[in-house]
């Protein structure tokens, strides 16, 4: 594998939107026990339904551990998915694997930025996470792309979106949190997301929704539907503890040019809920200590904007609940072109993220 010492953006290389087509999408099998209640045995059930869901429309492939090999491949039967053996710490390639790059010219790069578990030893859901931070590295490998390694820049695919034309959208809450790069301040941020995505413009969302473990990942809470247009979590509901991030948001939006100088259209999507585990649910998950706390009186980050966009196709999450129709028929409204799937997400929530997080769209060169 051939690792690049310049930026992508020197090497003609940008980021493309999700929309922009795919020639394939990863995944990682759940099973760690002190995040996946039950051995990961539901989760894995979950993710199976992903991972097919996703299958009808292009490829697929799930990295399993050596111990779940023979699992994972029975499980996964679907011709369209393909199983390799990687080890990983847990499955959130969405922040572990690479993010990648193309040049409009049949290249295929990827951006291995360095990974701390969220947050490291000040707030990190686990450690240690060696075998996470090579995730991205093993899968550019196994593709024969070249990678940009950004050694001592930590960052996560969730916590960033693009429009593939110059506009990225992300957090303060993430990336200026102290425990992701301290000794960089916004505008040494955003100039190393200039080098490496080739955007222009980024866009600060104060925070993301409330009580995600990742310090706010916009990928749970606000995304791009188009060029211009932007989808974002909502609850008029001033009790509700996202009422003031959801407005503090609206009031950045609406007061922000993208890359190209457009006014955003700001599409709402409501926020179901709330949404709680159960106690049987937490007591499922193993105990460990230095691991993410599973409480019954946590409110769940659940958001029906964190789904993936595939070649034809929305795969988004439901969580039995009465806002499930409404979020489905709104992803129609503004996804003319695409076939909606809602596939169940609850056991996804359980371990702390959704769709958008277990996935890693890889766009065709
Ligand atoms: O949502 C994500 N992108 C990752 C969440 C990690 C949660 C681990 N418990």
């Given at each position: 594998m051939t690792s690049q010492t310049r930026s992508p953006r020197a090497d003609g290389f940008?980021?493309?939107?999700?929309?922009?087509?795919?020639?394939?999408?990863?995944?990682?099998w759940p099973e760690r026990p002190d995040n996946w209640r039950l051995g990961g045995k539901p989760a894995q059930t979950a993710f199976t339904a992903v991972a097919k869901a996703i299958a009808d429309f292009e490829p697929v492939t799930v990295c399993v551990s050596a111990g779940q090999y023979e699992n994972a491949r029975a499980r996964l039967d679907h011709p369209a998915i393909r199983v390799v053996e990687i080890s990983t710490d847990d499955a959130w390639v969405r922040d572990t694997g690479p993010t990648f790059v193309t040049d409009g010219q049949g290249g295929l790069r990827g951006i291995d930025w360095a990974f701390n578990a969220w947050?490291?030893?000040?707030?990190?859901?686990?450690?240690?996470?060696?075998?996470?931070?090579?995730?991205?590295?093993?899968?550019?490998?196994?593709?024969?792309?070249?990678?940009?390694?950004?050694?001592?820049?930590?960052?996560?695919?969730?916590?960033?979106?693009?429009?593939?034309?110059?506009?990225?959208?992300?957090?303060?809450?993430?990336?200026?949190?102290?425990?992701?790069?301290?000794?960089?301040?916004?505008?040494?941020?955003?100039a190393v997301l200039h080098e490496h995505l080739a955007v222009d413009k980024?866009?600060?969302?104060?925070?993301?929704?409330?009580?995600?473990?990742?310090?706010?990942?916009?990928?749970?809470?606000?995304?791009?539907?188009?060029?211009?247009?932007?989808?974002?979590?909502?609850?008029?509901?001033?009790?509700?503890?996202n009422y003031p991030r959801c407005q503090a948001a609206l009031r950045v939006l609406e007061n922000v040019e993208d890359a190209c100088g457009r006014r955003l259209t700001v599409h709402k999507m409501p926020i179901p809920g709330p949404l709680y585990a159960t106690a049987e649910e937490c007591a499922g998950v193993d105990l460990v200590s230095g691991s993410q706390e599973r409480n019954?009186?946590?409110?769940?980050?659940?958001?029906?904007?964190?789904?993936?966009?595939?070649n034809g196709g929305i795969i988004a999450p439901k969580f039995d609940d009465p806002m499930d129709l409404v979020a489905e028929s709104l992803l129609k409204r503004l996804f003319p072109q695409h076939q909606v799937v809602m596939v169940p997400g609850r056991e996804i929530l359980l371990g702390g993220g959704n769709i958008h997080c277990i996935t890693q769209q890889q766009p065709a060169p």
């Amino acid at each position: 594998m051939t690792s690049q010492t310049r930026s992508p953006r020197a090497d003609g290389f940008s980021m493309p939107a999700e929309w922009a087509p795919h020639s394939r999408t990863w995944m990682v099998w759940p099973e760690r026990p002190d995040n996946w209640r039950l051995g990961g045995k539901p989760a894995q059930t979950a993710f199976t339904a992903v991972a097919k869901a996703i299958a009808d429309f292009e490829p697929v492939t799930v990295c399993v551990s050596a111990g779940q090999y023979e699992n994972a491949r029975a499980r996964l039967d679907h011709p369209a998915i393909r199983v390799v053996e990687i080890s990983t710490d847990d499955a959130w390639v969405r922040d572990t694997g690479p993010t990648f790059v193309t040049d409009g010219q049949g290249g295929l790069r990827g951006i291995d930025w360095a990974f701390n578990a969220w947050g490291g030893f000040d707030g990190g859901l686990y450690a240690p996470w060696q075998r996470d931070d090579q995730v991205a590295s093993k899968i550019l490998e196994i593709e024969g792309c070249s990678r940009y390694r950004t050694e001592g820049f930590v960052l996560e695919g969730g916590s960033i979106h693009v429009d593939g034309e110059g506009t990225l959208i992300t957090t303060e809450e993430c990336l200026l949190n102290r425990n992701r790069n301290p000794h960089l301040d916004r505008q040494q941020i955003e100039a190393v997301l200039h080098e490496h995505l080739a955007v222009d413009k980024v866009i600060w969302l104060p925070e993301g929704l409330f009580n995600d473990e990742t310090d706010g990942h916009v990928d749970n809470f606000c995304c791009f539907v188009r060029p211009g247009e932007v989808l974002l979590a909502w609850t008029d509901d001033q009790q509700n503890p996202n009422y003031p991030r959801c407005q503090a948001a609206l009031r950045v939006l609406e007061n922000v040019e993208d890359a190209c100088g457009r006014r955003l259209t700001v599409h709402k999507m409501p926020i179901p809920g709330p949404l709680y585990a159960t106690a049987e649910e937490c007591a499922g998950v193993d105990l460990v200590s230095g691991s993410q706390e599973r409480n019954p009186s946590s409110r769940l980050a659940g958001s029906y904007v964190n789904f993936l966009i595939v070649n034809g196709g929305i795969i988004a999450p439901k969580f039995d609940d009465p806002m499930d129709l409404v979020a489905e028929s709104l992803l129609k409204r503004l996804f003319p072109q695409h076939q909606v799937v809602m596939v169940p997400g609850r056991e996804i929530l359980l371990g702390g993220g959704n769709i958008h997080c277990i996935t890693q769209q890889q766009p065709a060169p």
